[in-house]
């Protein structure tokens, strides 16, 4: 039997790698990692990690968590994977860059792009479905959008 802490952590490891729909399918996940639980711990463990439920790449409801503790990097390939999924369209202002996403969904971005320590960004603000990123000064808000747009694939507004 694992520890709550470990069952958690690799909850969130499983929400931040694919989209899971259902608490069934949790448990599912789980078990295939050797790791038993039943629907109401997981639920619980939701719960206790402030997991909330937003559209998926294919509009369905899937689990997200906001804020991972701060010490913990995203990794390229996991910020790839985010800005690909939930950016639809990226403008810039000066050292401003507004990245907007499917309701519900700018926070999940935001988190993600604060944990990347990505080059020229100093922080996000995130609302429902749009936010913003502010490049350092010699980055300028130009350069940080190509990159940005180069992470999620597609062309600057």
Not at 24 to 41: H, K, M, N, R, S
Not at 116 to 142: F, K, M, Q, Y
Request: hydrophobic share 45%.
């Amino acid at each position: 039997m694992v520890a709550k802490n470990q069952r958690q952590y690799r909850i969130a490891k499983i929400l931040q790698s694919q989209q899971v729909a259902s608490q069934v399918e949790l448990v599912t996940l789980l078990a295939e990692d050797g790791i038993i639980a039943t629907q109401a711990t997981v639920s619980r463990d939701l719960d206790e990690l402030g997991a909330i439920k937003v559209k998926g790449f294919e509009g369905e409801s899937v689990y997200a968590i906001p804020e991972l503790p701060k010490d913990q990097s995203s990794t390229f390939d996991h910020l790839k994977r985010v800005m690909g999924e939930w950016v639809v369209e990226i403008s810039v202002s000066g050292n401003l860059v507004i990245l907007r996403t499917p309701p519900g969904c700018a926070h999940v971005v935001a988190s993600a792009l604060d944990r990347s320590r990505i080059d020229g960004l100093l922080g996000t603000v995130a609302g429902d479905d749009t936010l913003l990123a502010i490049a350092d000064e010699p980055t300028a808000g130009h350069i940080l959008a190509k990159r940005m747009s180069e992470l999620a694939g597609i062309s600057l507004g």
